[in-house]
């Protein structure tokens, strides 16, 4: 920790040195002098900093650099903000595994399989770590249990929640959350999950329940005239899980025996294959001394999987100074034991990781993270370390990565490219995060207390330097708190709300050198504060507002490098000018964001820009596109048909971005008459930038004869047909295209017959159809493709069929033995 804050700020002083002259003239040899003070602690062994926790001189040491650090990082950062000095000088999808419980598993398919007189409840109960949120996903998706329950749904409780979000969380999955539906009482909305509910044969899936009480919160909610439903809890607790299923259905976790133990060690530090020989003695004597913990053995195999090695006696040294380790522990209490683990496989971490690691103790439990947002917060903190050749982003997606194959992070969404969507860690991971990230003033999580005061005391002064809330958000700021010290502020709560005018300033007053402000949450109607601007530490900023303009003001945060803007207007006239804005790497909003005329030098100009969205096809003109030649990612929405006429921006400019990757044309023809919504063609495949490997189309009501334009895009790989992106009733796909595309998305389109073989499509690997409901069939030649793994149909009653054909034709040829999966949804009976 201390040695990667002394890294950043040699690299701060490095950049002052560069970027302000005039604030520390005549300073650079007291700051190569300050290098080389600072560089004597990365002196240490890194094995004496594994023991600081024991040695209390070597803690207060390492406290003492730390502080010194900041405090000198402080003074800088207070002095660039002084108004007289202000002025800048511009220059893998992993899987989860449930060994030993396939008994289990049948036994709880069942008991949801009895018919009831009444909605009944079934319960998964085990100390943390023992797989029950695990056995209750595999239960989840189970394509029986699928079958069975048409309408499946998936909740988080946790310590943290509110019955209001988890009623809006059962309600998304029914209908579009309106404003007037948010306002309404927890109360008002029970009703309305229990009028839906009765409705469907449903399974309701409540992840970790705490409490008698919170169960009670939740189960006015649930229909009482059905006997259609049925509902699957998992807690910690024994008296809990009883409570809720009036002991009828308790299911206890087991720890797991040894032989389970083992393969399950094989699995996670070889992928499955067997042990070497040399190597099974060691991994017997480690898969013992996990006690049978599932959680233990998966954190424990991320470590191994890290030593593996061509040199056979260093991996057995390292296993047996694992196994070692473990010795020392004990025979402890299993859930003790399994926290000794967790502290294990983070010291193992190398250092470039453990802030990246401590960070993800600042979202609230059971949180799904957006990996996007994840790691442009890691590089706006300052972790990621800077490679010649390799950009932030790419560095950043690798430390992620490196953590999910150690187990300490799990995977949990992804997209339709493969990739990791967004991720999530386990309660008791989360839980040392958020102690460890306290105890070294990392950061800290403000938190509602008994008495109605918080944790700490907000009249105190915040001398954490991250600070993240999510709940009770508008009384944190009516208190008036403030953190000389604080560089960010994270509110994540699942609740929106509209912050007074009377706290408008509360945040630019009392946290003045912000690097990071991301307070989604917190809509500021219609008005910014006007001190907001004077935060030019700022690198990451996620406001949401109802203002249909972007100040000018924005202009003055030159360090910004995330800007991402929720507004509710369909349109956004951007007055500040962003290409002034030199370090900006991410632009982005929902709206038609109109740019103004950039004053700027277009030599200099958006020159880091990555990402640029949505902007309205006005905007994208050739001055514009000539600026952004680093440019990866471009959303356009608006008029699309702008972009093809030639008049006021063209996709001719496009075809200088070399770099970019992914173009999505959102047809916003809203108010148009429906004669002028049909676009009449595409211009041919020169006009796309050539190095194109997702598009995404929508709106744009083309002919299917089109697709051949699409079809000769020589590295499409991913392509997003969404909602009426094509229109007809026939797609007959010609010869010579789609060589690389390995991912297609159709949505809501009157297509009828789909005409095309195994051959259009060589590489693909991934068909999702939405609202299809008039397409018949599904090609049943794309089984021929070898490559081809799933398929996904959404509403498209017609086509079910030929998909459960294509499935058995796949499983006949051999192509994809056990790996090819089908999802029909709803089931159609």
Same mark, same amino acid.
């Given at each position: 920790?201390?040695?990667?804050?002394?890294?950043?700020?040699?690299?701060?002083?490095?950049?002052?040195?560069?970027?302000?002259?005039?604030?520390?003239?005549?300073?650079?040899?007291?700051?190569?002098?300050?290098?080389?003070?600072? #560089? #004597?602690?990365?002196?240490?062994?890194?094995?004496?900093?594994?023991?600081?926790?024991?040695?209390?001189?070597?803690?207060?040491?390492?406290?003492?650099?730390?502080?010194?650090?900041?405090?000198?990082?402080?003074?800088?950062?207070?002095?660039?903000?002084?108004?007289?000095?202000?002025?800048?000088?511009?220059?893998?999808?992993?899987?989860?595994?449930?060994?030993?419980?396939?008994?289990?598993?049948?036994?709880?398919?069942?008991?949801?399989?009895? $018919?009831?007189?009444?909605?009944?409840?079934?319960?998964?109960?085990?100390?943390?770590?023992?797989?029950?949120?695990?056995?209750?996903? /595999?239960?989840?998706?189970?394509?029986? =249990?699928?079958?069975?329950?048409?309408?499946?749904?998936?909740?988080?409780?946790?310590?943290? %929640?509110? $019955?209001?979000? =988890? %009623?809006? @969380?059962?309600?998304?999955?029914?209908?579009?959350?309106?404003?007037?539906?948010?306002?309404?009482?927890?109360?008002?909305?029970?009703?309305?999950?229990?009028?839906?509910?009765?409705?469907?044969?449903?399974?309701?899936?409540?992840?970790? =329940?705490?409490?008698?009480?919170?169960? @009670?919160?939740?189960?006015?909610?649930?229909?009482?005239?059905?006997?259609?439903?049925?509902?699957?809890?998992?807690?910690?607790?024994?008296?809990?899980?009883?409570?809720?299923?009036?002991?009828?259905?308790?299911?206890?976790?087991?720890?797991? *025996?040894?032989?389970?133990?083992?393969?399950?060690?094989?699995?996670?530090?070889?992928? &499955?294959?067997? %042990?070497?020989?040399?190597?099974?003695?060691?991994?017997?004597?480690?898969?013992?001394?996990?006690? &049978?913990?599932?959680?233990?053995?998966?954190?424990?195999?991320?470590?191994?999987?890290?030593?593996?090695?061509?040199?056979?006696?260093?991996?057995?040294?390292?296993?047996?100074?694992?196994?070692?380790?473990?010795?020392?522990?004990?025979?402890?209490?299993?859930?003790?034991?399994?926290?000794?683990?967790?502290?294990?496989?983070?010291?193992?971490?190398?250092?470039?990781?453990?802030?990246?690691?401590?960070?993800?103790?600042? %979202?609230?439990?059971?949180?799904?993270?957006?990996?996007?947002?994840?790691?442009?917060?890691?590089?706006?903190?300052?972790?990621?370390?800077?490679?010649?050749?390799?950009?932030?982003?790419?560095?950043?997606?690798?430390?992620?990565?490196?953590?999910?194959?150690?187990?300490?992070?799990?995977?949990?969404?992804?997209?339709?490219?493969?990739?990791?969507?967004?991720?999530?860690?386990?309660?008791?991971?989360?839980?040392?995060?958020?102690?460890?990230?306290?105890?070294?003033?990392?950061?800290?999580?403000?938190?509602?207390?008994?008495?109605?005061?918080?944790?700490?005391?907000?009249?105190?002064?915040?001398?954490?330097?991250?600070?993240?809330?999510?709940?009770?958000?508008?009384?944190?700021?009516?208190?008036?708190?403030?953190?000389?010290?604080?560089?960010?502020?994270?509110?994540?709560?699942?609740?929106?709300?509209?912050?007074?005018?009377?706290?408008?300033?509360?945040?630019?007053?009392?946290?003045?050198?912000?690097?990071?402000?991301?307070?989604?949450?917190? *809509?500021?109607?219609?008005?910014?504060?006007?001190?907001?601007?004077?935060?030019?530490?700022?690198?990451?900023?996620?406001?949401?507002?109802?203002?249909?303009?972007?100040?000018?003001?924005?202009?003055?945060?030159? *360090?910004?490098?995330?800007?991402?803007?929720?507004?509710?207007?369909?349109?956004?006239?951007?007055?500040?000018?962003?290409?002034?804005? =030199?370090?900006?790497?991410?632009?982005?909003?929902?709206?038609?964001?109109?740019?103004?005329?950039?004053?700027?030098?277009?030599?200099?100009?958006?020159?880091?820009?990555?990402?640029?969205?949505?902007?309205?096809?006005?905007?994208?003109?050739?001055?514009?596109?000539?600026?952004?030649?680093?440019?990866?990612?471009?959303?356009?929405?608006?008029?699309? &048909?702008?972009?093809?006429?030639?008049?006021?921006?063209?996709?001719?400019?496009?075809? /200088?971005?070399?770099?970019?990757?992914?173009?999505?044309?959102?047809?916003?023809?809203?108010?148009?008459?429906?004669?002028?919504?049909?676009?009449?063609?595409?211009?041919?495949?020169?006009?796309?930038?050539?190095?194109?490997?997702?598009?995404?189309?929508?709106?744009?009501?083309?002919?299917?004869?089109?697709?051949?334009?699409?079809?000769?895009?020589?590295?499409?790989?991913?392509?997003?047909?969404?909602?009426?992106?094509?229109?007809?009733?026939?797609?007959?796909?010609?010869?010579?295209?789609?060589?690389?595309?390995?991912?297609?998305?159709?949505?809501?389109?009157?297509?009828?017959?789909?005409?095309?073989?195994?051959?259009?499509?060589?590489?693909?690997?991934?068909?999702?159809?939405?609202?299809?409901?008039?397409?018949?069939?599904?090609?049943?030649?794309?089984?021929?493709?070898?490559?081809?793994?799933?398929?996904?149909?959404?509403?498209?009653?017609?086509?079910?069929?030929?998909?459960?054909?294509?499935?058995? /034709?796949?499983?006949?040829?051999?192509?994809?033995?056990?790996?090819?999966?089908?999802?029909?949804?709803?089931?159609?009976?």
């Amino acid at each position: 920790m201390a040695d990667a804050a002394v890294e950043l700020l040699l690299e701060k002083l490095k950049q002052l040195l560069v970027q302000h002259t005039h604030l520390i003239e005549g300073a650079a040899n007291l700051v190569d002098k300050l290098e080389k003070h600072l #560089l #004597l602690f990365k002196a240490i062994p890194s094995d004496a900093l594994k023991l600081r926790r024991n040695d209390e001189t070597l803690k207060e040491l390492i406290r003492q650099i730390r502080y010194a650090v900041y405090k000198t990082e402080d003074i800088i950062d207070n002095c660039v903000i002084r108004p007289n000095i202000v002025n800048i000088e511009s220059p893998i999808k992993e899987t989860n595994v449930v060994l030993g419980l396939e008994k289990e598993t049948e036994k709880l398919r069942g008991y949801l399989a009895e $018919e009831s007189k009444e909605v009944e409840v079934i319960s998964i109960v085990g100390v943390a770590g023992l797989g029950k949120t695990i056995l209750a996903g /595999k239960i989840f998706h189970d394509p029986k =249990i699928r079958s069975m329950f048409p309408t499946r749904i998936w909740v988080y409780a946790s310590q943290e %929640f509110t $019955e209001k979000e =988890i %009623f809006l @969380e059962i309600l998304k999955e029914f209908t579009i959350l309106t404003e007037d539906m948010k306002s309404k009482t927890s109360e008002a909305l029970a009703y309305l999950v229990a009028g839906y509910l009765e409705k469907e044969k449903f399974l309701l899936v409540v992840d970790d =329940i705490w409490t008698c009480q919170d169960w @009670e919160k939740l189960r006015v909610a649930l229909p009482k005239t059905t006997k259609m439903g049925k509902v699957l809890i998992t807690s910690r607790f024994r008296d809990v899980g009883a409570y809720v299923c009036l002991g009828k259905y308790l299911h206890f976790m087991r720890f797991l *025996n040894q032989k389970d133990s083992y393969s399950l060690l094989q699995l996670e530090a070889f992928r &499955g294959q067997e %042990f070497p020989p040399e190597l099974e003695f060691e991994g017997r004597l480690i898969s013992e001394r996990c006690d &049978g913990h599932p959680l233990a053995i998966v954190l424990i195999g991320g470590i191994l999987v890290k030593q593996l090695s061509t040199d056979k006696d260093a991996m057995k040294t390292a296993w047996r100074k694992i196994w070692y380790g473990l010795d020392i522990i004990g025979n402890q209490d299993p859930v003790e034991r399994l926290v000794r683990i967790i502290v294990l496989s983070y010291e193992n971490l190398p250092y470039h990781l453990r802030e990246c690691f401590l960070y993800f103790g600042m %979202f609230p439990e059971d949180f799904e993270i957006s990996v996007w947002k994840l790691i442009r917060l890691w590089i706006a903190e300052g972790f990621i370390q800077k490679k010649i050749g390799v950009s932030p982003e790419e560095t950043a997606e690798n430390y992620l990565e490196e953590l999910i194959e150690r187990k300490l992070v799990r995977a949990e969404k992804f997209k339709l490219d493969g990739k990791v969507k967004t991720c999530i860690i386990h309660d008791m991971i989360r839980d040392f995060c958020t102690s460890e990230a306290r105890r070294e003033g990392f950061s800290k999580q403000i938190v509602m207390s008994s008495d109605g005061g918080f944790q700490p005391p907000v009249y105190e002064e915040l001398k954490f330097r991250r600070l993240c809330i999510h709940s009770n958000a508008l009384d944190f700021f009516s208190r008036r708190s403030h953190g000389p010290s604080v560089r960010s502020f994270v509110c994540s709560s699942r609740d929106e709300m509209e912050m007074p005018k009377k706290d408008l300033s509360s945040i630019s007053k009392g946290f003045k050198l912000l690097r990071v402000l991301d307070v989604e949450p917190i *809509n500021f109607t219609n008005k910014l504060p006007r001190n907001l601007f004077k935060l030019n530490h700022l690198k990451y900023v996620v406001l949401s507002f109802k203002l249909e303009v972007l100040p000018s003001a924005f202009s003055q945060l030159r *360090n910004i490098e995330t800007l991402l803007v929720d507004t509710s207007s369909r349109t956004l006239e951007v007055r500040a000018d962003i290409f002034s804005m =030199i370090q900006l790497r991410h632009f982005k909003t929902k709206a038609s964001a109109a740019l103004p005329k950039s004053s700027t030098d277009c030599v200099t100009a958006g020159a880091k820009i990555h990402t640029l969205g949505t902007l309205s096809p006005e905007s994208c003109t050739k001055e514009v596109l000539d600026s952004v030649r680093d440019l990866k990612k471009l959303g356009i929405r608006g008029k699309i &048909g702008l972009l093809l006429d030639g008049k006021n921006g063209s996709l001719d400019s496009m075809r /200088k971005l070399y770099n970019l990757e992914k173009l999505k044309l959102l047809n916003d023809v809203f108010s148009i008459p429906a004669s002028e919504i049909q676009l009449c063609s595409l211009p041919p495949p020169t006009k796309f930038p050539p190095y194109l490997k997702v598009l995404t189309l929508s709106r744009t009501s083309l002919d299917w004869c089109h697709m051949s334009v699409l079809g000769s895009l020589e590295r499409l790989e991913v392509l997003k047909l969404k909602d009426k992106a094509f229109m007809g009733e026939v797609w007959e796909v010609t010869d010579g295209g789609f060589g690389r595309l390995k991912v297609l998305h159709i949505g809501r389109t009157n297509l009828k017959t789909w005409l095309a073989s195994g051959h259009h499509f060589p590489v693909l690997r991934h068909l999702q159809l939405m609202h299809c409901q008039s397409l018949e069939q599904i090609p049943s030649e794309l089984a021929d493709v070898p490559s081809f793994l799933k398929l996904e149909l959404f509403h498209c009653k017609q086509a079910a069929e030929s998909a459960m054909e294509i499935q058995e /034709k796949i499983e006949l040829l051999g192509n994809v033995v056990g790996r090819f999966k089908l999802s029909i949804l709803p089931h159609e009976e």
